[in-house]
């Protein structure tokens, strides 16, 4: 079976910088497209950024000057470089793998937490 399992989620304060990390037990990982969603309190998940398998990017609007989607297939691990973080940041953010191009994902990770403090 796949397994996601997302880190380095933490306590942060605004202005500051998070590297998110997403290891996936994948045995063809360079196969699949891979993506960020999080989510917020009493709210529902969102896009957040994914890449495909050719390392083609694409950032939702909210973050897309800020953040930073990137993949290193060597080590069968996604990344999320988040940059100028602000309390609308706050959010689990999971991590999510499709071998298709397009449609739902169908796997997804435990989720990390990140907080962004005033």
């Known amino acids: 079976q796949v397994q996601l399992v997302e880190s380095g989620g933490g306590l942060v304060q605004a202005g500051d910088s998070l590297r998110l990390s997403c290891a996936a037990s994948?045995?063809?990982?360079?196969?699949?497209?891979m993506a960020w969603f999080r989510q917020a309190p009493e709210k529902e998940r969102e896009f957040v950024a994914a890449?495909?398998?050719?390392?083609?990017?694409a950032h939702a609007d909210p973050v897309k000057a800020r953040f930073t989607i990137s993949r290193d297939n060597a080590k069968n691990t996604v990344y999320l470089q988040m940059n100028s973080l602000t309390p609308e940041d706050t959010a689990v953010y999971y991590c999510?793998?499709?071998?298709?191009?397009?449609?739902?994902?169908?796997?997804w990770g435990q989720g990390t937490q990140v907080t962004v403090s005033s």
């Open positions: 994948i045995r063809t990982f360079s196969s699949y497209n």
């Open positions: 999510a793998a499709r071998s298709r191009n397009i449609g739902l994902y169908d796997y």
């Open positions: 890449i495909s398998r050719t390392g083609n990017t």
